[in-house]
């Protein structure tokens, strides 16, 4: 239900500005310095890891300026966005979210998450995932199949709906009924903008009765259990309160998921008749956030989650690694110790020429890296930038540039980023370019919320291990140095990286 969930929170976008502001004359052609500008300012936004991408844009809505879909792309809304923040805070504006801007960023929205008690939540009656602002929705009315949450003085309300598909009729059919019904407009309904994909959703928003309103529908995936079915909600608020629930309405909107992957909403009715808590519980499934009921008139009362060991991992069919070029045919990684009946370099066949064991530092040859250099290492910097390899679609990979910060750990270091497990062996630069170390190898799957990695601490091998091991030794930092953006890190350092395949 990703696209379908962007576009849904593209309309919503209508909906906020109004259809005259979205219908406005396109602007003139820029000007190939500002094409150039803009070409340099998406490289550098594209270079950062999805969930910061995600991250900067659902930070820029909750302060009121971006209020278009949290899907990690770039465009001239977002770029907009991030210069209207810069210069809010007399920072450069450039356009370029730097280390510093996506922290604030990141603290300024959990901030305003916190002021309205933003959680994600299952809700096990209507099956839906939604995020819902507690702090303002803070009484429950179940009914047979949908749940309201609404404010104490009613006038903010969000449904989540549930509703079969017609006896004998697909979910596509059912969808397109309901939406001739919804968006029909009758009495003092009145519409201002409604979409339908066929066998998808659709989205109508309007006022009625001096509400403004934003409501969508989704139908089940073709082999959903329990047959054709139809999930939505709708969020109504003053037409006088717009300025505030707005932002809310797009947040709520981003978070919809109606039919996640979770035993909530794989079979809501089992999980009624089997759980321990009762029908109108509502659960946050956000990361680290305790479980939470909800019952008629109260406000949530938090419970412990349950303690469970970790299981120890099985040796997966595949491990994946990030390598660096460090010499014509060579490639430096981080491998733990095992023996790899088969093992690929950017595709190509390779073969283990030395291995350390006690870091897991690997050397590897083959016919890669043309024209590779040794890199220039350096040691002491704490801010550093992290280039790892993601697998794509069709057999690709991707480069993400991590932001990544240097802590001690157990005799050694350690750097604090958001990495997945491909990133075992990805090599950290400093702000001038130089090397400080490679990732260990990242033996677990990180922690996710979503899809994407949380940020943790990962165990750093620094550049004296590694001039020790290929023989180079450190070099002093130049007085007069230029401090490089991720952007530019990861365009200079791009064709010297390279995924690692290894079948054990």
């Not at 004998?168 to 009924?177: H, N, P």
């Not at 009762?278 to 956030?289: I, N, P, Y």
């Not at 066949?349 to 043309?370: E, H, N, Q, V, W």
């Not at 165990?459 to 991720?486: H, N, R």
Request: proline share 8%; net charge neutral; hydrophobic share 50%.
């Amino acid at each position: 239900m990703k696209h379908s969930r962007i576009w849904a929170a593209a309309a919503l976008v209508l909906f906020a500005a109004g259809a005259g502001q979205a219908c406005a004359a396109s602007p003139t052609p820029a000007s190939s310095s500002s094409a150039a500008r803009l070409e340099a300012q998406k490289a550098a936004f594209l270079a950062l890891p999805e969930a910061d991408r995600k991250a900067v844009q659902d930070a820029l809505g909750w302060l009121d300026f971006y209020n278009g879909a949290v899907d990690g792309a770039f465009g001239k809304r977002t770029r907009d966005s991030i210069v209207a923040y810069q210069q809010s805070v007399g920072a450069s504006a450039d356009g370029v979210v730097s280390p510093a801007e996506l922290e604030a960023l990141k603290g300024a929205a959990q901030r305003a998450r916190a002021a309205v008690d933003f959680a994600l939540i299952d809700d096990r009656i209507s099956g839906v995932r939604i995020g819902a602002p507690l702090k303002v929705l803070t009484t429950l009315k179940p009914s047979s199949a949908d749940t309201t949450l609404e404010s104490g003085d009613g006038g903010v309300s969000l449904a989540l709906l549930s509703r079969p598909a017609p006896e004998g009729a697909a979910a596509d059919a059912g969808l397109a009924a309901l939406y001739a019904e919804r968006s029909a407009g009758a009495g003092a309904s009145k519409i201002s903008y409604k979409a339908i994909k066929a066998g998808e959703f659709f989205v109508v928003a309007g006022e009625d009765k001096g509400a403004k309103f934003y409501m969508r529908f989704a139908s089940s995936p073709p082999d959903w259990p329990g047959g054709p079915s139809l999930r939505g909600f709708v969020f109504a608020y003053p037409r006088e309160r717009a300025s505030a629930f707005d932002k809310l309405s797009l947040a709520v909107a981003n978070a919809f998921d109606p039919f996640a992957d979770t035993p909530a909403a794989r079979g809501a009715a089992r999980m009624q008749a089997v759980s321990a808590r009762s029908d109108q519980d509502v659960a946050r499934v956000a990361a680290g956030a305790p479980v939470i009921g909800l019952s008629p008139g109260s406000r949530p009362t938090p419970i412990p989650p349950p303690v469970t060991p970790t299981p120890t991992p099985a040796l997966p069919a595949e491990l994946r690694a990030t390598a660096l070029f460090v010499a014509p045919g060579q490639a430096l990684t981080a491998l733990p110790v095992i023996a790899c009946a088969e093992l690929s370099v950017a595709g190509r066949p390779a073969k283990i020429l030395r291995a350390d064991a006690p870091s897991g530092m690997t050397l590897i040859g083959g016919d890669f890296g043309a024209g590779a250099e040794a890199p220039k290492l350096a040691t002491g910097a704490t801010d550093l930038i992290v280039l790892s390899l993601a697998s794509a679609s069709a057999g690709t990979s991707t480069l993400e540039a991590s932001p990544a910060t240097v802590a001690p750990a157990g005799g050694g270091s350690a750097v604090v980023a958001a990495l997945g497990k491909a990133a075992s062996g990805a090599p950290a630069f400093d702000r001038e370019g130089a090397l400080a170390g490679i990732i260990a190898p990242i033996r677990g799957e990180p922690r996710r919320v979503g899809a994407a990695a949380i940020a943790e601490a990962h165990k750093l091998i620094g550049a004296e291990a590694i001039g020790a091991f290929l023989g180079i030794a450190p070099a002093a930092a130049a007085a007069d140095a230029a401090t490089l953006s991720a952007g530019e890190i990861a365009a200079r350092e791009r064709s010297a990286v390279a995924d690692v395949m290894c079948r054990p």
